[in-house]
């Protein structure tokens, strides 16, 4: 994931559902500082950190190869259980990428 952070990738946390995590990871976007937090869920209570068991899902908003960026305006977090939640993203749009 911090590769993917370096490399210009940006997503969020569409779901979750594993212990240690809950409805405050899902809709934003994930941070350096957040990839922390789930080292440190890993050493403590042995989470995959690339979700691989399941213990989440990403949705990509940005990308090098994308033409265009995903704009979420509006979402609505839906909680399951403790630590089982999901997004509905109720408003988004595509916006064109300026030159840097």
Same mark, same amino acid.
């Given at each position: 994931?911090?590769?993917?952070?370096?490399?210009?990738?940006r997503?969020i =946390?569409? *779901?979750?559902?594993?212990?240690?995590?809950?409805? &405050?990871?899902?809709?934003? !976007?994930?941070?350096?500082?957040? %990839? +922390?937090?789930?080292?440190?869920?890993?050493?403590?209570?042995?989470?995959?950190?690339?979700?691989?068991?399941?213990? =989440?899902e *990403?949705?990509?908003?940005?990308?090098p190869m994308? &033409?265009?960026?995903?704009? !979420?305006?509006?979402?609505?977090v %839906? +909680?399951?259980?403790?630590?089982?939640a999901?997004?509905?993203?109720?408003?988004?749009?595509?916006?064109?990428?300026?030159?840097?």
């Amino acid at each position: 994931m911090r590769q993917l952070l370096a490399l210009g990738f940006r997503f969020i =946390f569409s *779901s979750v559902a594993a212990y240690g995590l809950n409805s &405050k990871w899902v809709g934003h !976007i994930i941070t350096e500082n957040d %990839i +922390e937090r789930l080292v440190k869920l890993k050493e403590k209570i042995g989470l995959n950190v690339a979700g691989e068991g399941g213990e =989440f899902e *990403s949705f990509v908003i940005d990308a090098p190869m994308y &033409k265009k960026k995903i704009d !979420i305006h509006e979402f609505e977090v %839906i +909680e399951l259980d403790e630590y089982t939640a999901k997004v509905a993203i109720t408003d988004a749009v595509l916006v064109d990428k300026t030159e840097e």
